[in-house]
Antibody, heavy 125, light 109 residues
């Protein structure tokens, strides 16, 4: 079964650092881009960035560039999303998702076909 | 940056009725780059449609997508109880990458 399993819920204080994970299984992890999506409480979906675990090529949304770091360890089929200094406004659900069939340069988009279950991040003093 | 505007914000319908959801782009979008997702409360989104009109694996044929240019539509031909959810459109553009619409909630009337 193809799946992405994310790390558990986190409760942090402002200014703390955090790294959440997304582990893929059931497919060739290094052959598919992984995307990260934020969903703030009661709000819609926001694309944060993507990474290609095969060579760690990473692209960020301008809204999130410099605010988070996306990385991957292909040896353990895991992608990461990290913050160096959390803010209360980082409180949200974070999803990872597989970018189906994505090839650069992009001439077709097959969508985000496999999603992790989400990681809730709460930042509060 | 291309902005996707979905309408209506909320659609109140009964099971068995037809649902028509709109996604309008602020500038022309390639149909090859347009996807639709369904999200139920407490769940991750699920891919329904890609390439504006191609159903993802396992998606029932009551879901269909259409459109081109700046106007795209997701149609649910006959609503089943499990279809009441929030629906998002998404597009790819070279800058800033991917964007989502704000969502349409389909609720039981």
């Amino acid at each position: 079964e193809v799946q992405l399993v994310q790390s558990g819920a986190e409760v942090k204080k402002p200014g703390e650092s955090l790294k959440i994970s997304c582990k893929g299984s059931g497919y060739s992890f290094t052959s598919y881009w992984i995307g990260w999506v934020r969903q703030m409480p009661g709000k819609g979906l926001e694309w944060m960035g993507i990474i290609y675990p095969g060579d760690s090529d990473t692209r960020y949304s301008p809204s999130f560039q410099g605010q988070v770091t996306i990385s991957a360890d292909k040896s353990i089929s895991t992608a990461y999303l990290q913050w160096s200094s959390l803010k209360a406004s980082d409180t949200a659900m974070y999803y990872c998702a597989r970018m189906s069939g994505l090839v650069m340069p992009i001439d077709y988009y097959y969508g985000m076909d496999v999603w992790g279950q989400g990681t809730t991040v709460t930042v509060s003093s | 940056e291309i902005v996707l505007t979905q309408s209506p914000g909320t659609l109140s319908l009964s099971p068995g009725e037809r649902a028509t959801l709109s996604c309008r782009a602020s500038q022309s979008v390639s149909s090859s780059y347009l996807a639709w997702y369904q999200q139920k409360p407490g769940q991750a989104p699920r891919l329904l449609i890609y390439g504006a009109s191609s159903r993802a694996t396992g998606i029932p044929d009551r879901f269909s997508g259409s459109g081109s240019g700046t106007d795209f539509t997701l149609t649910i031909s006959r609503l089943e109880p499990e279809d009441f959810a929030v629906y998002y459109c998404q597009q790819y553009g070279s800058s800033p990458g991917w964007t989502f619409g704000q969502g349409t909630k389909v609720e039981i009337k």
